[in-house]
């Protein structure tokens, strides 16, 4: 199941660990990412703060814990090449892997028609 928020992150659910990454829109708005500082797994997030920092040429942004839980995995991959999130920011541009303090509060959160509605797509 894909989910998205207002600060233009997305979350696949599976069981009670969700991937985190970008969407392909804030990846644009963004531009080429030229750094990527991603939290250490077992860090603990809490939903609306500041869980991973992306800086491209125009600007430097957080990335926001989308829902409260642990950080159980990284990526590595996009910290040596933050390009990658440019080039597919919803599939091997996730940034980190999330174990949920509780999956219902996923729920609350965007389907993507709701999503799209939002960016104008």
């Not at 979350?11 to 985190?20: C, H, M, R, S, Y």
């Not at 390009?83 to 996923?106: E, H, M």
């Amino acid at each position: 199941m894909l989910k998205f928020t207002e600060d233009h992150e997305w979350l696949k659910l599976d069981g009670d660990v969700a991937t985190i990454g970008i969407t392909q829109f804030a990846a644009q708005q963004l531009g080429d990412l030229v750094f990527i500082q991603l939290p250490d797994v077992g860090t603990k997030l809490a939903k609306g703060n500041a869980a991973a920092v992306v800086e491209s040429v125009k600007a430097a942004s957080d990335v926001l814990a989308p829902l409260d839980g642990e950080v159980v995995e990284v990526n590595g991959a996009i910290v040596n090449d933050p390009s990658i999130v440019n080039s597919d920011p919803q599939n091997t541009g996730w940034f980190f892997k999330l174990r949920l303090a509780d999956t219902a509060s996923a729920d609350a959160l965007m389907d993507e028609a709701a999503y799209k509605k939002l960016v104008g797509q």
